[in-house]
C-alpha cells in the first residue's frame, strides 16, 4: 500500500495560509484543495475554504465547508462560530443562533468572536438587549475588538 508523507499535507497547508495572507485566493485555494485530497479529515484546509468562499459572498459554499471542518473537529468552535454567522446570514437564523451557542460553551479560545456573532445574530432575531449584553461580553473578554465597539456604538 502506498504510504503518503503526512508532512506534504501540512506543507500545502502553510503554503494556502501565506498565499491567503497575501490575498492570493486562487492560488490558496488550490494548495487547500491539494491538502484535502492528501488528507480528505484536514479540518483547517476545509476552514480555510470556508473563509475564501466567505470573503467572496458565497454563503452556500462557504456554508459545505465550514459544515466539513465542523464534522471532522467538533470541537473546533471556530468551524462552529463561522458555520454559525453564515448559517445567520442565509436566514436559517435558529440553527445558526444555536450553534454559535454551542461554540461559546465547548470553545473558551474563540469567546471575542463567539460573543460578537451571538450579538449579531441576536439582532437579526429583534433581541436588541440581549444582542448589547452579547457586545459588551465581547469586548469585556477583549478590550480592543473593534467590530464589537462598532456594532454596539451603531444600536445604543
Do not use: C, W
Not at 48 to 61: A, T, V
Not at 76 to 104: C, F, P
Not at 147 to 153: F, G, I, P
Amino acid at each position: 500500500a502506498l504510504k503518503i508523507d503526512n508532512r506534504l499535507n501540512h506543507h500545502h497547508y502553510n503554503i494556502g495560509n501565506i498565499l491567503l495572507k497575501q490575498g492570493l485566493k486562487e492560488e490558496a485555494r488550490k494548495e487547500f484543495e491539494a491538502t484535502i485530497a492528501l488528507d480528505g479529515t484536514y479540518s483547517e484546509a476545509y476552514f480555510s475554504l470556508g473563509l475564501i468562499e466567505e470573503s467572496e459572498q458565497n454563503l452556500e459554499e462557504a456554508k459545505y465547508y465550514f459544515e466539513t471542518a465542523s464534522r471532522i473537529d467538533p470541537d473546533s468552535g471556530k468551524a462552529k462560530i463561522k458555520l454559525g454567522g453564515t448559517l445567520v446570514r442565509l436566514g436559517i437564523v435558529d440553527q445558526g443562533l444555536a450553534m454559535i451557542e454551542s461554540a461559546i460553551e465547548t470553545d473558551p479560545r474563540v469567546l471575542p468572536q463567539g460573543y460578537f456573532h451571538l450579538g449579531k445574530a441576536l439582532l437579526v432575531k429583534g433581541n436588541r438587549i440581549a444582542a448589547v449584553t452579547a457586545f459588551r461580553k465581547a469586548i469585556e473578554i477583549m478590550p480592543s475588538h473593534q467590530e464589537a465597539k462598532l456594532a454596539l456604538s451603531q444600536i445604543e
